[in-house]
């Protein structure tokens, strides 16, 4: 009797959730069963006719208005998904729903022809159709979704209805073909990498609706030379015109307030830009790589946005803008600007306490004025002429890149004022010699990577810590010549002996080498006994040809990197190796010719190194 009274009141609740979802509007729909057809499969809805599969090879495919004398209303998601059969597909009115993906990767579809019902262009509907040519627009169409078009290669031209509120994301990414786009009046948003890779494009003219132009949106776009904006434009996203190499004609609104990092990043054509007065913000390398602009004038207004912090950096971003604008000889500052100055052209605060920029067509000689305490990241970076720089005690603090790719600088005296040297300060500069002074305490990551003149480098006393611990490859990787490191006697964690770089591990009471310069002489290297290999410790070596591990080591991770014609010697006592997570991708020979491992037979390393396919000899 319970259990009677319990499924009684069960079904008078699901009776009285139907009719109040019905009350107030809620579609409750009953899942229908998927009938078998030979053309199609369809779901039943009262009156209506849901096409969920088609299963047919003809190349022009016309929709049925209806099936079993019901209204073909809807297309399910991938209805049509992966059919290469077809080529012209025709929609009927009536038609009121596509769903997502309906069309992906139809790849010989290239004609389309919309119902006029249609509202919404549903996210990735025709995206991977390279064949696709004609897509007709309806003009009721309000919202065109995420990636709709994405990969539409052979699109050449869109009609872009007149309702047109909303572009999705990476609508249109990808649409190689597209030569112009004229986006319509009353287009209020734009996704991220709308109109990204469309290397094709050439112009665009932007409606007065758009108040934002969106992280992306043209980036990758080789070819666009011109761009019309409105002027009540507020903002340019990060990385909205990244890359776009051949775009020269652009002006920027008299109203825009904001333009994001990387905004117009590689944009190499560009020769000249104007910033309106009311900019506020421009974002970390804005214009890096803008290679032929040769004088910038700041507004009262502006300011940079701040670059991350170090602890979240994984790539260079710098606190100005203009990093690798080797043509620039001068930057200008209006007198009203309340955070920056400038003097000969060189950009500072306005205390003139931080140097932001000494540009990278300047003179061969620059003197630090001693007000200056503070190198900003990337403040020398990309110089071309400048050969010698004073630095005076005054200064505490240098910046990640400060000195990045300055091809032209050779040498450079340090002060022993600095405790820290932080990511990517040399990183491809032109200097031969260097002797980091004593007071440092820490090197990051890369500093002296891929410096092709570097020879020498000397360490002090007070050294602790170099990039994320022992590991030095990352700190002078590529730096080809390079012949000796040297370390101050005393220092407690780092020793060189012969030119090669040590390290104390305290903790796992381990010492291991951590670079053996890569133009260091001799054919020949035995590693001391005991002693374990740091990864990549062995990097570009020109000279050397044998490296014998002795007995006792028993782990070995990503060791010699772009190395030619060298073989080492590995110890029965090797059983942890590169096999899988993160180091499984460095291999003990990586980029690496000619090269192979003598092994004991039967030994561990024996075994992966036939597991590996890495070349190897056998040894008794």
Not at 104 to 119: A, D, G, H, R, W
Not at 528 to 541: E, L, N, V, W
Request: charged residues 25%; proline residues 5%; glycine residues 8%.
């Amino acid at each position: 009797m319970n259990l009677r009274k319990t499924l009684k009141r069960l079904l008078i609740i699901m009776a009285f959730c139907i009719i109040i979802t019905s009350f107030f509007g809620f579609k409750y729909e009953v899942h229908a069963a998927v009938k078998k057809g030979k053309t199609y499969d369809y779901t039943i809805y009262g009156k209506e006719i849901e096409i969920v599969k088609y299963k047919g090879k003809a190349a022009k495919v016309v929709i049925p208005s209806k099936i079993e004398g019901k209204e073909v209303t809807a297309i399910d998601s991938h209805a049509f998904a992966g059919n290469n059969y077809i080529k012209k597909v025709i929609i009927p009115d009536g038609i009121n729903e596509i769903r997502s993906y309906a069309f992906l990767e139809c790849k010989n579809l290239s004609y389309v022809t919309m119902p006029k019902s249609i509202k919404v262009i549903s996210e990735g509907l025709f995206s991977g159709c390279k064949s696709l040519k004609y897509a007709n627009i309806p003009d009721k169409v309000e919202t065109i979704e995420f990636a709709a078009f994405s990969g539409c290669e052979s699109l050449k031209s869109i009609n872009f209805p007149k309702n047109l509120e909303a572009i999705g994301s990476q609508a249109y990414e990808e649409c190689k073909s597209l030569k112009e786009i004229v986006l319509p009046d009353g287009l209020s948003t734009i996704g991220h990498g709308a109109f990204s890779d469309c290397e094709g494009l050439e112009k665009v003219i932007m409606p007065s609706s758009i108040k934002t132009l969106p992280d992306g949106c043209f980036s990758e776009c080789k070819n666009l030379k011109e761009v019309i904006l409105p002027e009540d434009m507020m903002k340019i996203g990060q990385r909205t015109f990244y890359n776009c190499k051949s775009l020269s004609l652009i002006h920027l609104p008299k109203n825009i307030n904001a333009i994001g990092r990387e905004a117009f990043f590689g944009c190499s054509s560009i020769t000249s830009i104007v910033f309106p007065e009311g900019l506020s913000i421009i974002g970390g390398d804005a214009f890096a790589g803008c290679e032929k602009i040769d004088s910038i004038t700041l507004p009262a207004s502006v300011t940079f946005e701040e670059g991350m912090s170090l602890e979240e950096r994984k790539e260079v971003i710098l606190k100005h803008p203009f990093m690798g604008c080797t043509s620039l000889k001068e930057v200008n500052v209006s007198p009203d600007n309340k955070l920056f100055m400038s003097d000969k052209g060189v950009l500072y605060s306005k205390d003139k306490a931080k140097l932001f920029l000494v540009p990278p067509s300047y003179e061969e000689e620059y003197i630090i004025p001693d007000s200056v305490t503070d190198i900003v990241e990337g403040a020398f970076a990309y110089q071309k002429v400048l050969n010698k720089i004073t630095i005076p005690n005054t200064i505490t603090h240098v910046g990640a890149a400060a000195f990045y790719h300055a091809e032209s600088l050779k040498k450079i005296s340090l002060n022993n004022v600095v405790k820290e040297f932080y990511e990517y300060t040399f990183f491809g500069s032109g200097i031969e010699e260097i002797t980091i002074p004593d007071g440092v305490k820490r090197l990051g990551e890369q500093i002296f990577s891929n410096c092709p003149n570097l020879k020498k480098i000397t360490l002090p006393v007070s050294l602790e810590r170099i990039g994320v611990g022992y590991d030095f490859w990352p700190l002078i990787g590529d730096s080809i010549n390079l012949e000796e490191i040297a370390v101050a006697e005393g220092n407690p964690n780092y020793f060189s002996k012969d030119g090669v770089l040590y390290y104390k591990h305290n903790y796992l009471n381990r010492t291991y080498i951590v670079c053996y310069p890569a133009a260091k002489k001799g054919e020949s290297f035995t590693v001391p006994k005991g002693t374990y290999i740091g990864a990549f410790a062995f990097d570009s070596c020109k000279y050397l040809r044998k490296v014998v591990i002795p007995e006792g080591i028993t782990s070995l991770y990503a060791v010699f990197s772009d190395c030619k014609d060298l073989v080492v010697w590995l110890p029965r006592s090797i059983t942890e190796l590169p096999s899988s997570g993160h180091t499984g991708d460095f291999p003990i020979f990586r980029n690496s010719e000619g090269c192979f491992a003598m092994v004991r037979k039967g030994s561990a390393v024996h075994k992966y190194c036939k597991e590996n396919n890495f070349p190897y000899k056998v040894i008794g």
